[in-house]
């Protein structure tokens, strides 16, 4: 059974956010879809050791931003690879508090919803938030942020926690320059690719990269990579 074949249904990338009483926290999910459309009704799947499985579970509502195509891996590793346990999700983005009383990502966003959740469905690993759009708007009319763009062209790497991260083998072909993958991530430099954003060219070898190098996704330092077996 080949389960990348799961990698073909259609998914955007969102961050998916709620609070707990004063406090603020979000993830990227992929999970998103609309219900019904009268009334409007979203639901999210959220990974129960997630921080915002707890908060959406305590306040009964969540808001999901939509993300622009460009978005910047930094800033997707930044609410998709961190714990809101660890940082503080909200203090260096741009956001504001919507009708629910939750946070609203401004930046990178296209769009965004509001919902009360008004039932849920427990999926094992993972729970089914279902809720009732209180609120939507459109930012900018432009290209949202698809989970095939995401995997295919910009290389990001998809967190344990999510829905959709399907394990690795370990039987990979050999190749010429060797691969490092991060440990915190998953997030695999390939030195036939090098990192273009951050200025490293194809060719460069792991062990050439510079001492200041950070993961472009979840931004930890060389010392978290592993040899890719």
Request: aromatic fraction near 10%; hydrophobic fraction near 35%.
């Amino acid at each position: 059974m080949n389960l990348k074949t799961l990698y073909k249904i259609s998914y955007g990338l969102y961050v998916v956010s709620s609070k707990m009483d004063k406090k603020f926290n979000g993830q990227i999910a992929n999970t998103v879809f609309q219900i019904t459309a009268e009334p409007p009704t979203i639901a999210v799947s959220i990974n129960k050791e997630n921080l915002t499985h707890e908060f959406i579970r305590k306040s009964k509502v969540f808001t999901v931003s939509i993300l622009v195509k460009e978005t910047p891996l930094k800033f997707i590793g930044h609410f998709g690879f961190r714990s809101g346990r660890e940082v503080e999700k909200f203090q260096d983005v741009s956001y504001k508090v919507g009708v629910t009383g939750a946070p609203l990502v401004m930046e990178n966003t296209i769009g965004y919803l509001e919902a009360e959740v008004i039932n849920s469905l427990d999926v094992g690993t993972h729970t089914l938030f279902m809720g009732k759009v209180v609120a939507a708007e459109i930012l900018k009319d432009e290209e949202p942020l698809t989970y095939a763009y995401y995997h295919k062209v910009k290389r990001g790497a998809t967190p344990k926690t999510a829905p959709v991260h399907i394990e690795e083998g370990t039987h990979q072909e050999i190749k010429k320059m060797q691969k490092y993958k991060c440990t915190v991530c998953e997030y695999i430099y390939d030195p036939e690719k090098g990192d273009s954003g951050s200025g490293i060219s194809p060719g460069t070898s792991f062990e050439d990269l510079p001492d200041d190098w950070v993961c472009p996704v979840c931004g930890v330092g060389k010392d978290k990579f592993e040899k890719k077996v």
